[in-house]
């Protein structure tokens, strides 16, 4: 029988992010982020669930790279709570905080797990909020000198750094619908806060690369924005408006040399653009080594007159229709397409030349009342979708399940359960899924069955 191989080099491995799994609120020094702020707010998160204890990652680590070690995982994508290694957001290093990130990478080096480091997924430390949060230039500055910080501790063994997270969900979900942290409802702030955190970026780079970083990476959720009537010239124009807004708004900048015109003429019916210094568009394409891609679903939309938009998250796209998920779904509601994720990827490829990606979350929330086969059919059918895309010529380094352990959900709390690995809350005991077994006979063939 044939199979579908993988490069030899194929990167193996999964994710999880800081305030989703480490607990320890309140240890050794660390100050609230704001979703800290977020969570301890009646009303923002499911069943008012806190990132208080979450997987006790904090203290755990170790029986948690045993479990990686054992499914023969190559790489492990984590995040740095920027909180825990500089509370204020500014000013003085808490040397405790480092000290955590410090083992850490000494355990999975010790078990051969590539550490892949992200500076930010999201939990800004409250203090910076309190002083305009992202919709101000200053956060940014901020974020270069705490990456530096990071850098300087560990930068003698971390290869691998990635500045941002999704900075799409930090502006337009944070600032714009509010659905997250820190729950504003404002699309000029929104506006603003790509534009800094895309700046928090180059400046992070830039010092990264200074300081001698192997490889800089930043992580996008290229959303694949795709028509309901591919034969509508109406509906090419509704694709191209939110296809912009989530995607060139970002991509263009960081690899094409600059904001696309019809994107900023967009955010200048919300805001005017003073925020965009000269300059900054340079700072922000400094060079990267990869562009992380984090994909779950596709996003079908229609031009309909008198529809409400997508809301917050997508300001200014009245008239465009949302179109509800069809077919199967998983936990989160969320389309199961596997074939716009090679469609994503061979875009990506074209239209951004040059830059190699990574698969640095995929992955699927399931009720899991038994054996999660229904987990195991999605990761197989994103997989077979990124090897198509390797077949059609598209340089992909590496594949990263989203999540090695159930976690803390954002605003959906514990309820909706990512990992491959099972996390009892009560118990804290971890139990690998049958899907963290079939992961590592994946990883130990690096193939699929044709
Ligand atoms: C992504 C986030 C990650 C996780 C998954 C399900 O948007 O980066 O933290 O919540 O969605």
Excluded at 246 to 272: C, K, M, Q, S, W
Excluded at 318 to 346: C, K, N, R, Y
Aim: glycine letters at 10%; proline letters at 7%.
């Amino acid at each position: 029988m044939t199979s579908l191989s993988f490069p030899d080099d194929f990167v193996w491995g999964a994710a999880t992010a800081a305030y989703q799994i480490e607990g320890a609120a309140r240890d050794d020094g660390r100050a609230p982020s704001i979703w800290d702020t977020f969570s301890r707010t009646p009303g923002r998160v499911a069943a008012g669930h806190t990132g208080d204890v979450a997987c006790d990652h904090y203290h755990r680590y170790p029986e948690d790279v045993a479990l990686m070690a054992s499914l023969g995982l190559r790489a492990y994508r984590f995040s740095v709570s920027w909180p825990r290694i500089q509370p204020d957001g500014s000013g003085p290093i808490n040397p405790r905080g480092l000290d955590f990130y410090d083992r850490l990478v000494d355990a999975l080096l010790a078990a051969g797990i590539d550490p892949l480091v992200t500076l930010y997924h999201w939990d800004l430390p409250q203090s910076l909020e309190d002083n305009g949060g992202w919709p101000a230039r200053d956060t940014a500055y901020r974020f270069a000198a705490y990456a530096s910080a990071v850098y300087g501790r560990l930068g003698d063994r971390v290869r691998s750094w990635t500045t941002l997270n999704e900075p799409w969900c930090a502006a337009y979900l944070g600032y714009g619908s509010g659905v997250h942290a820190p729950g504003r409802q404002d699309a000029a702030a929104a506006f603003r806060s790509v534009h800094h955190l895309l700046l928090a970026h180059g400046l992070a780079a830039t010092a990264l690369r200074a300081g001698g970083a192997g490889t800089v990476a930043i992580t996008l959720n290229p959303a694949a924005v795709l028509p309901a009537d591919p034969a509508s010239e109406a509906d090419a124009h509704a694709v191209r408006m939110v296809d912009g807004l989530h995607n060139r708004v970002f991509l263009d900048p960081l690899l094409a040399g600059g904001y696309p015109p019809d994107v900023l003429a967009h955010i200048e019916r919300f805001t005017d653009l003073s925020h965009v210094h000269e300059g900054d568009e340079k700072t922000i394409g400094a060079p990267i080594d990869v562009l992380g891609v984090n994909y779950y679903s596709p996003t079908y939309v229609a031009a309909r007159s008198g529809a409400p938009g997508g809301g917050g998250a997508y300001p200014g796209t009245e008239d465009i229709h949302f179109l509800p998920p069809s077919g199967p779904v998983t936990g989160m509601g969320w389309q199961i397409e596997p074939s716009a994720l090679t469609t994503l990827l061979v875009r990506l490829h074209t239209d951004y030349p040059g830059t190699p990606l990574m698969i640095t979350e995929n992955g699927a929330a399931f009720d899991d009342t038994g054996p999660d086969h229904d987990r195991i059919s999605y990761l197989d059918g994103h997989l077979r979708a990124v090897h198509a895309a390797i077949a059609q010529g598209v340089d992909v380094r590496g594949y990263l399940v989203w999540s090695l352990l159930d976690n803390f959900e954002w605003h959906d709390g514990y309820a909706k359960r990512f990992g491959i690995i099972h996390v009892d809350y009560e118990t804290q005991r971890r139990t690998l899924k049958h899907s963290a077994l079939w992961y590592r006979d994946v990883i130990t063939r690096a193939s699929l069955p044709a």
